[in-house]
């Protein structure tokens, strides 16, 4: 079994980021970022492909160098405290490449000469739920078998801090599952778990807290039920308008929004979206304005408000937009 915490009991944050900046040529990556991250917490990053998140990642493990700023992990510095730091984190990366022919048990083994403590061998087996492919080579295993063998690499040296950058993307939903557990186990554990992700119900499920972030800025930080209040609405009503009894149809925004319970309209490409607090009061009021603007609708529909839509209100596109 995951040992029950941390090997340390320091104050101190897991992580700090302080001012970091980061560039590429003329393209800005990340760009000041202020972070703290709290021990035995799940914090996720959340943004879409370009939003800075694995470049701010890379550079939290000492992959990276930032151009300015200070970054701290576990109360140390790359700079002076590298040997040590690698000895304390654990890093699954978005995409791993371990050799063809080996077996499970014989990466496990390789990764786990490289810590001078750690777990055994047979308890991060478990740990990723391997036992009938200890004997496998990896080039036979699935995608979802070869994404937990990379979660048992980065848990093999009993790892104080863990990052984990997308860990499900690709995997079929039976996978991703799996995962979910191992990492919901992580944090009975104690873990400290740094998790990227552009899948807003693997935040939501896994995360304390999440921050999000877009053209190398935090744009919000807090809760999953801290960020979704902050819309302003409980519920999302979505529709598509066809055309108007007399012409083509237009709403009149103004006076949708005045509906008591309605709290803000955005629309996108045709598709008009109501933030709104109660769906039983809201939704017969706006059906009869919707007739009594004369407007003809081919969609309606409804769902709870998710980080999804908190990040398309604060930038206007979804967090998967490439």
Excluded at 31 to 60: M, S, Y
Excluded at 184 to 203: F, P, S, V
Excluded at 270 to 289: D, K, N, Y
Aim: net charge negative; proline share 3%.
């Amino acid at each position: 079994m995951l040992n029950a915490g941390p090997r340390t009991h320091e104050k101190s944050a897991a992580l700090l980021l302080c001012g970091v900046r980061k560039a590429f040529a003329d393209v800005v990556a990340v760009n000041g970022l202020d972070l703290e991250v709290a021990r035995a917490e799940c914090f996720g990053l959340l943004g879409p492909n370009g939003a800075g998140k694995t470049t701010t990642i890379e550079i939290c493990e000492g992959l990276t160098a930032p151009d300015e700023g200070r970054v701290e992990l576990l109360g140390l510095k790359w700079r002076s405290g590298a040997g040590e730091l690698r000895q304390r984190i654990g890093v699954q990366l978005q995409e791993t490449q371990f050799p063809e022919k080996l077996t499970v048990e014989e990466v496990l083994r390789l990764f786990r000469s490289f810590f001078r403590r750690g777990i055994s061998v047979e308890e991060s087996i478990q740990s990723a739920q391997l036992e009938e492919k200890r004997g496998s080579r990896v080039g036979t295993l699935s995608g979802g078998q070869k994404q937990r063998l990379a979660m048992a690499c980065a848990l093999v040296g009993d790892p104080e801090l863990l990052f984990l950058d997308e860990p499900t993307t690709g995997l079929d939903p039976q996978a991703r599952r799996h995962l979910w557990d191992l990492v919901d186990r992580l944090k009975q554990a104690g873990r400290t778990i740094i998790l990227t992700t552009h899948y807003m119900d693997e935040a939501e499920r896994l995360c304390n807290r999440v921050a999000i972030m877009d053209h190398g800025r935090i744009l919000a930080l807090g809760t999953p039920q801290q960020l979704i209040a902050s819309i302003g609405g409980e519920h999302i009503v979505e529709f598509v308008i066809t055309g108007h009894e007399s012409g083509d149809g237009v709403a009149d925004v103004a006076l949708l929004t005045a509906i008591p319970g309605v709290e803000s309209h955005r629309s996108d490409a045709g598709l008009h979206q109501l933030s709104v607090r109660e769906l039983h009061t809201a939704v017969p009021r706006i059906f009869a304005e919707l007739t009594r603007q004369g407007l003809q609708l081919s969609e309606f529909r409804t769902h709870s408000a998710t980080l999804e839509d908190v990040f398309v209100g604060l930038t206007g596109r979804n967090l998967r937009d490439e």
